[in-house]
Nanobody, 115 residues
Framework: QVQLVESGGGLVQAGGSLRLSCAAS????????MGWYRQAPGKQRERVAR???????VYADSVKDRFTISRDSAKNTVDLQMNSLKPEDTAVYYC?????????WGQGTQVTVSS
């Protein structure tokens, strides 16, 4: 069984920064990719950023040049550095881990950006 635990969410003013962290534990044999998704009230969950086992990254257009995803393969962690935050970044952020056989989600962490 795999568990993902996110941390680092909170309340920040527009223009500020936050760093989200996600730690994976359990029976992890092979990670294909890890990523961050978010879901705002009344909206569908969307992918924010993704990083593969070869450290290839992809970002949503709305966060390019503001957010940076990174991972520590030895520790099975993935971080999301969020700079120049905007009120529209307000959402619950979820960590996702993909293996060749399964997908796992964290419980989510709230990020609120005030104007």
């Amino acid at each position: 069984q795999v568990q993902l635990v996110e941390s680092g969410g909170g309340l920040v003013q527009a223009g500020g920064s936050l760093r989200l962290s996600c730690a994976a534990s359990g029976s992890i044999f092979s990670i294909s990719a890890m990523g961050w998704y978010r879901q705002a009230p009344g909206k569908q969950r969307e992918r924010v950023a993704r990083i593969t086992s070869s450290n290839s990254t992809v970002y949503a257009d709305s966060v390019k040049d503001r957010f940076t995803i990174s991972r520590d393969s030895a520790k099975n962690t993935v971080d999301l550095q969020m700079n120049s935050l905007k009120p529209e970044d307000t959402a619950v952020y979820y960590c996702k881990l993909s293996t060749p056989w399964n997908t796992y989600w964290g419980q989510g962490t709230q990020v609120t950006v005030s104007s």
